[in-house]
């Protein structure tokens, strides 16, 4: 896993790469800001990552525009999570931040930051819940 660079080295931070991880993120706590969608869960004991390590994914669908609008937009992310992540974020979490469509690329970076930090506190002080179930392969609406 590559690190993101971090000004706290007391708190290691890593970029989540596989799908599965992601899908856990995706079953748990969830906040929606103007900006982009939280997605966070606290790790179990039993999984085989670092318990101090904070992992963060990124993750912009084709809702979002074209490839160039994607990056863009992926980039900002990734800079939100650089620069609030090794001082809020919390050891033992993994967290997924979504890109929102005509909102990401677009908004005000300061108010990005600004809101990350409050969907953090949010997040860490809601109860863990039970993982939502996730739908059966095959199974469509009629």
């Given at each position: 896993m590559a690190a993101i660079r971090s000004d706290d080295p007391t708190r290691p931070t890593a970029?989540?790469?596989?799908r599965a991880d992601f899908l856990k993120a995706a079953s748990a706590q969830r906040k929606g800001m103007p900006g982009f969608l939280l997605q966070a869960r606290k790790r179990r004991e039993d999984e085989p990552v670092a318990p101090d390590l904070i992992r963060v994914g990124f993750t912009c669908s084709k809702?979002?525009?074209n490839a160039v609008a994607r990056n863009r937009a992926k980039r900002r992310l990734r800079e939100i999570a650089r620069a609030v992540l090794p001082?809020?974020?919390?050891p033992g979490w993994d967290y997924v931040l979504v890109g929102r469509p005509e909102a990401t690329a677009t908004r005000d970076f300061a108010d990005m930051l600004a809101e990350f930090e409050t969907v953090l506190t949010i997040i860490h002080d809601l109860p863990i819940s039970p993982p939502r179930p996730r739908k059966p392969k095959g199974s469509k609406r009629k």
């Amino acid at each position: 896993m590559a690190a993101i660079r971090s000004d706290d080295p007391t708190r290691p931070t890593a970029v989540l790469r596989q799908r599965a991880d992601f899908l856990k993120a995706a079953s748990a706590q969830r906040k929606g800001m103007p900006g982009f969608l939280l997605q966070a869960r606290k790790r179990r004991e039993d999984e085989p990552v670092a318990p101090d390590l904070i992992r963060v994914g990124f993750t912009c669908s084709k809702k979002l525009g074209n490839a160039v609008a994607r990056n863009r937009a992926k980039r900002r992310l990734r800079e939100i999570a650089r620069a609030v992540l090794p001082k809020a974020g919390r050891p033992g979490w993994d967290y997924v931040l979504v890109g929102r469509p005509e909102a990401t690329a677009t908004r005000d970076f300061a108010d990005m930051l600004a809101e990350f930090e409050t969907v953090l506190t949010i997040i860490h002080d809601l109860p863990i819940s039970p993982p939502r179930p996730r739908k059966p392969k095959g199974s469509k609406r009629k």
